[in-house]
């Protein structure tokens, strides 16, 4: 069992809950194919549930004391997972201004941060040749800001290009292997924060 209890949210204690959150709203955007693609590389018992972003109003600080219904259920999804799994494009050399939105709710107000202490992965895939790299590099000095513990290799600057996905959507096999190695790096990653909090609580790690 997980050492916070969530069972007043309705979690599934059985499985390790990851909240996906995609930086595109494109509708045949390669980061929401990756995103959806890349739970099939995880083991049986890690669960992916995508988190809605498009919906959500632009942050204002005057808002704070009275956050917006589809603000809320951010932050609950946010607190109700055990990771978190970041997967950008690149826009002008950073992130989308629709990531930097979500975030920056969910941060609000000071001191109510729900993004604190849930280890993350970041990803993300492009067109151009360094993939995502800076926009990776922007999302991680802010994430280090909010205190989330963020994988740190391997690194995963995904170029899209012929054979990254198979002709069903799913990874393909020229790709499989290095992503499966990050995968399994990310769920080794979140299984460590997961037996680091049970120890600070003075139970036997699982």
Known sequence: MHSTDRSHLGVNMSKVR???VVGSLRRESFNH?????????APADFEFKPVTIGDLPLYNQDDDANQADVVKRLKLEILAADGLLFVTPEYNRSIPGVLKNAIDHASRPYGRNAWAGKP??????????????????????????????????PEAFIQAKE?????SG??????????????DAFVGFIHMHQNSKTVQKGQAPP
């Open 120 to 153: 993350a992965g970041v990803i993300g895939v492009s067109t151009g040749a360094i993939g995502t790299a800076l926009a990776q590099q922007h999302l991680r000095n802010v994430l280090a800001y909010l205190d989330v513990p963020v994988l740190g290799q």
């Open 18 to 20: 990851i909240a996906v």
């Open 163 to 167: 054979g990254l996905f198979d002709a």
């Open 33 to 41: 194919q990756l995103a959806g693609a890349l739970p099939t590389l």
């Open 170 to 183: 799913q990874i393909g096999a020229g790709s499989k292997a290095f992503l499966q190695k990050w995968m």
